[in-house]
């Protein structure tokens, strides 16, 4: 579990985010982080998840889709052509197959829970199909704007802005 403090937490010099209450994101459970573009999603990721999950390496795996995952793909499919050549990964799709195979071969040497973390993913859809069929305790933490399929277990974190320096996180748990 990682457990963030309720209060102001500076993201860039010029823009924080207002977190209204303690906020813990719990194995086996889901996170829509909702809001207008701009509102912070991104910076929360970016600033306040990614350092607490590199921070807790030792305890989960993590995986974490960028919101231009085409231009991540580009080194998915360059480290593949080093260490994996008879894979080729041509797609998006394939990409991430990539990366869910490494992280499947890791939990056979050392089983953990899984923590995936996607800003504006078009993957979605194979990241909870993925995480449905996973053993492992798992999270799925993700952004996405329009109409997509819901995890099961899923809370909503809200971002509101308030001012173009600060935005109010409102953590809803409304679970589905």
Same mark, same amino acid.
């Given at each position: 579990?990682?457990?963030?403090?309720?209060?102001? &937490?500076?993201?860039?010099?010029?823009?924080?985010?207002?977190?209204?209450?303690?906020?813990?994101?719990?194995?086996?459970?889901?996170?829509?982080?909702?809001?207008?573009?701009?509102?912070?999603?991104?910076?929360?990721?970016?600033?306040?998840?990614?350092?607490?999950?590199?921070?807790? &390496?030792? &305890?989960? !795996?993590?995986? !974490?889709?960028?919101?231009?995952?085409?231009?991540?793909? !580009?080194?998915?499919?360059?480290?593949?052509?080093?260490? *994996?050549?008879?894979?080729r990964p041509k797609?998006?799709?394939?990409?991430?197959?990539?990366?869910?195979?490494?992280?499947?071969?890791?939990?056979?040497?050392?089983?953990?829970? %899984?923590?995936?973390?996607?800003?504006?993913?078009? $993957? $979605?859809? *194979?990241?909870? &199909? !993925? $995480?449905?069929?996973?053993?492992?305790?798992?999270?799925? %933490?993700y952004s996405?704007?329009?109409?997509?399929?819901?995890?099961? *277990?899923? *809370?909503?974190?809200?971002?509101?802005?308030?001012?173009?320096?600060?935005?109010?996180?409102?953590?809803?748990?409304?679970?589905?």
């Amino acid at each position: 579990m990682l457990s963030f403090l309720a209060g102001v &937490h500076k993201c860039w010099p010029d823009f924080e985010l207002n977190i209204d209450k303690n906020l813990s994101i719990s194995f086996g459970q889901n996170y829509y982080l909702h809001g207008a573009n701009g509102s912070g999603k991104s910076s929360f990721i970016k600033r306040i998840l990614l350092p607490a999950l590199q921070q807790n &390496h030792d &305890h989960a !795996y993590s995986l !974490y889709l960028q919101q231009h995952f085409h231009l991540q793909a !580009y080194l998915i499919k360059a480290e593949a052509a080093l260490w *994996n050549p008879e894979l080729r990964p041509k797609t998006m799709s394939d990409c991430l197959t990539y990366l869910l195979r490494n992280l499947e071969k890791a939990q056979k040497f050392n089983p953990k829970p %899984v923590i995936i973390v996607a800003d504006e993913s078009p $993957l $979605l859809d *194979n990241l909870i &199909h !993925y $995480l449905q069929s996973c053993k492992q305790p798992n999270s799925l %933490v993700y952004s996405v704007h329009g109409k997509h399929s819901q995890p099961d *277990n899923l *809370n909503t974190i809200l971002f509101e802005p308030l001012s173009p320096k600060e935005s109010k996180v409102r953590c809803l748990f409304t679970q589905r």
